[in-house]
């Protein structure tokens, strides 16, 4: 289980939120953390410790005034970090190279992909066509709606028809190089992650996965660790010292680290 790190941006500045609470309207979301740091700052520290596969997520539309702040945030990060950060947040075939350029790793794209509720085919090959499978990653982050997960998207905003279960995964795993799942429903409150949700994606053995939401101790940790076998890679954000919480980032990373050392 590797550690991916986060710096999420909103209205231009490095926060950490419960991620259900997001509302384009007023670009208001319940905060935990805001950061007196700027992004870069986040990226260097990941930079020097050598953490690679994170992501530097845009939690503005294109369409709010604080979009543009947001977005320059997210660019400096990437050049300060080339090739070790991912980017998501409104990336779509024509703005994708711009992150790109700047340093990402990898896109991260859902809304262009999941549009007007349903998973728009002829968008995904667009958008695989123009950056690569190799360095395109699914964001799948979803909430449970009765029994099943749906994926979200417009900033967790709105469902889609898309019900997130191990045939969804197989099926879109040949068009991308890793899947990105926030548990939204769990995001930002570190009180414990989605135990069924985890389960699944730990059952499916394909391409990577990184899941997101709920860990605020060592517990949770050793428990997303045994349901996902190993096999489904971590963001801790709100719970790390980092961010304001409680757990030391270097001891997260260093659990991680050490799971990867002996194979695990």
């Not at 982050?141 to 279960?165: A, H, M, P």
């Not at 197989?170 to 409150?189: I, P, Q, S």
Request: hydrophobic content about 40%; aromatic content about 10%; charged content about 25%.
């Amino acid at each position: 289980m590797r550690f991916r790190p986060c710096i999420d941006i909103h209205n231009g500045k490095v926060k950490q939120i419960v991620g259900g609470s997001l509302a384009d309207s007023g670009d208001l979301a319940a905060e935990n953390f805001v950061s007196v740091q700027d992004a870069p700052y986040y990226a260097r520290l990941y930079r020097r410790e050598g953490v690679q596969g994170g992501h530097v997520i845009l939690l503005n539309p294109a369409s709010s005034p604080y979009y543009e702040a947001t977005r320059a945030q997210a660019l400096a990060a990437l050049r300060a970090y080339p090739g070790g950060l991912q980017a998501g947040g409104g990336i779509h075939d024509g703005n994708a190279s711009d992150y790109l350029d700047a340093g990402a790793s990898h896109v991260i794209v859902t809304s262009f992909v999941f549009k007007d509720g349903c998973l728009n085919y002829t968008n995904l090959d667009k958008i695989r066509s123009t950056v690569g499978k190799e360095r395109l990653v699914l964001d799948l982050s979803c909430r449970k709606r009765g029994e099943e997960y749906f994926i979200v998207t417009d900033r967790w905003q709105k469902f889609t028809e898309t019900v997130l279960n191990e045939w969804t995964l197989e099926t879109l795993a040949c068009y991308c190089d890793e899947f990105l799942v926030h548990a939204v429903d769990v995001e930002g409150k570190a009180n414990g992650i989605e135990e069924e949700l985890v389960r699944m994606l730990g059952n499916w053995q394909g391409i990577p996965v990184t899941y997101a939401g709920g860990v605020g101790s060592f517990e949770d940790l050793e428990k997303l660790k045994t349901l996902g076998k190993d096999a489904v890679d971590v963001t801790v954000g709100s719970a790390l010292d980092i961010f304001g919480g409680e757990m030391p980032y270097r001891k997260v990373l260093e659990i991680c680290r050490m799971d990867m050392e002996q194979g695990r």
